[in-house]
């Protein structure tokens, strides 16, 4: 009897910190985003599928993986590559929990964005297999927009 109190004193705390699945999720997404922000090149890219994809906010941008991570080289040579920091999240996941997806609102350099992914769950844990960055624009300033990105 001692010693099964004992184990219960030793293992309860786990239990009570054990995390929810999207608490798992939003902290791989948080750390991340805090990856790029530290110029962490090793988790930032370690955190995608190989076959990952990284759509970016310029209409070009579409980079597998290892085609982000040469492109982005540079900035991660920096003390900073970019600063991301999500404000909102919901994630969702399939029944068999293997595959999450989620929407993101950041606040980065270039105002409030908005980020979508999909991650599965690999033997290592969560790995993104998808990640869209997209600007925001104010319905009331879309007629700006399109004036500005008018093609001549």
């Known amino acids: 009897m001692r010693i099964i ?3 219960l004193l030793v293992l309860s705390p786990m239990f009570l910190f ?3 699945p999207t608490e ?5 997404m948080d750390n991340w ?3 790029a922000a530290t110029a962490n090149e090793k988790v930032f890219f370690g955190s995608m599928t ?3 994809v990284y759509l970016g906010t310029d209409k070009t941008e ?3 993986r290892d085609e ?4 982005a080289n540079e900035y991660f040579q920096e003390e900073s590559a970019w600063s991301f920091t999500a404000t909102e999240r919901d994630v ?3 029944e068999d929990g293997n595959t999450a997806w989620l929407n993101e609102k950041l606040d980065t350099w270039m105002g409030v964005c908005k980020g979508t992914a999909v991650l599965v769950l690999k033997p290592e844990g969560w790995k993104i297999a998808l990640y869209d960055l997209s600007v925001t624009i104010d319905n009331d300033k879309i007629d700006q927009f399109l004036e500005l990105i008018k093609e001549d």
């Open 5 to 7: 109190l004992m184990m």
């Open 18 to 20: 054990a995390q929810t």
């Open 24 to 28: 798992t999720i939003n902290q791989f």
């Open 33 to 35: 985003h805090k990856a």
């Open 50 to 52: 190989e076959d990952g």
């Open 62 to 64: 579409k980079w597998t």
């Open 68 to 71: 982000m991570a040469e492109w």
């Open 92 to 94: 969702y996941f399939s």
